[in-house]
C-alpha cells in the first residue's frame, strides 16, 4: 500500500537555527500539507499545496515559514529561526484530486527546539 | 464555542462491548465530516468519511445529524486493537483544503 514518507523522524535544533523537513507524498497525489501538533494538543492546519504553489495557509504559518517543492517527489517544510513554541509532531498528508479532504498521513517528524 | 467538540474520555470498554462516541460541530455551513484515529504518538489515519445517509464499515458505523450538527461513531464487537484516540474532523467552509480537527475521544479496550 503506497504511503507517506518523512525524514527525519527526529529532528533537534537549537532556537534561531534553521530546519528543513522532507516529505516524499503518495506518487499519484496532487495535494499536499503541512499539520503540527504539539504534544497533547489538537492537529491544527499549517499550509496545502497544489500545483506548485500555496493553496491555503493557515495563521500560524507566518514568514518564519515556507514550503517547496523542489523536485518531483519531494515536498519541504522549512523553518526559518526557529522558536522554543515550534516544538512539536510535524505531519505531512497528500490526497488525490477531487478528495482533498481525504487526506494520507505522513509518520510525522518530531522537532524539538532548545 | 469550539469549532469541533469532543468528549476526551478516556473510555475504558471492554473487549467485545459496543461503544459510541460523539461530535460535535459549530459551523452549519461545513459539508465534508470525517472519523480519523490516532495512536499514540502517531500519525492520524483515515478511518471513514461519514455521508448525510449514514456509513458502515465492518464493525464501524458513522452517522451525521446536520440539524443537531453532531457526528457519532459507533465500534461494535470492540477489540483490543481499537484502543486509539478517534478524532473528529470537518472542512472549514470557505476552504477546499483546509480541515478542523477535534482533540479527539480516547478509547481504551480492556481484556
Known amino acids: 500500500e503506497p504511503e507517506v514518507t518523512q525524514t527525519p523522524s527526529h529532528q533537534v535544533t537549537q532556537m534561531g537555527q534553521e530546519v528543513i523537513l522532507r516529505c516524499v507524498p503518495i506518487s499519484n497525489h496532487l495535494y499536499f500539507y503541512w499539520y503540527r501538533q504539539i504534544l497533547g494538543q489538537k492537529v491544527e492546519f499549517l499550509v496545502s499545496f497544489y500545483n506548485n504553489e500555496i493553496s491555503e495557509k493557515s495563521e500560524i504559518f507566518d514568514d518564519q515559514f515556507s514550503v517547496e517543492r523542489p523536485d518531483g517527489s519531494n515536498f519541504t517544510l522549512k523553518i526559518r529561526s526557529t522558536k522554543l513554541e515550534d516544538s512539536a509532531m510535524y505531519f505531512c498528508?497528500?490526497?488525490?484530486?477531487?478528495?482533498?479532504?481525504?487526506?494520507?498521513f505522513g509518520p510525522g517528524t518530531r522537532l524539538t527546539v532548545t | 464555542r469550539k469549532e469541533v467538540e469532543q468528549d476526551p474520555g478516556p473510555f475504558n470498554v471492554p473487549e467485545g462491548a459496543t461503544v459510541a462516541f460523539n461530535c460535535t460541530y459549530s459551523n452549519s455551513a461545513s459539508q465534508s465530516f470525517f472519523w480519523y484515529r490516532q495512536d499514540c504518538r502517531k500519525e492520524p489515519k483515515l478511518l471513514m468519511s461519514v455521508y448525510s445517509s449514514g456509513n458502515e464499515d465492518g464493525r464501524f458505523t458513522a452517522q451525521l445529524n446536520r440539524a443537531s450538527q453532531y457526528i457519532s461513531l459507533l465500534i461494535r464487537d470492540s477489540k483490543l486493537s481499537d484502543s486509539a484516540t478517534y478524532l473528529c474532523?470537518?472542512?472549514?467552509?470557505?476552504?477546499?483544503?483546509?480541515?478542523?480537527w477535534g482533540a479527539g475521544t480516547k478509547l481504551i479496550i480492556k481484556p
Open positions: 474532523v470537518v472542512n472549514m467552509p470557505d476552504s477546499n483544503y483546509q480541515l478542523i
Open positions: 498528508a497528500s490526497s488525490e484530486v477531487g478528495r482533498a479532504y481525504e487526506q494520507y
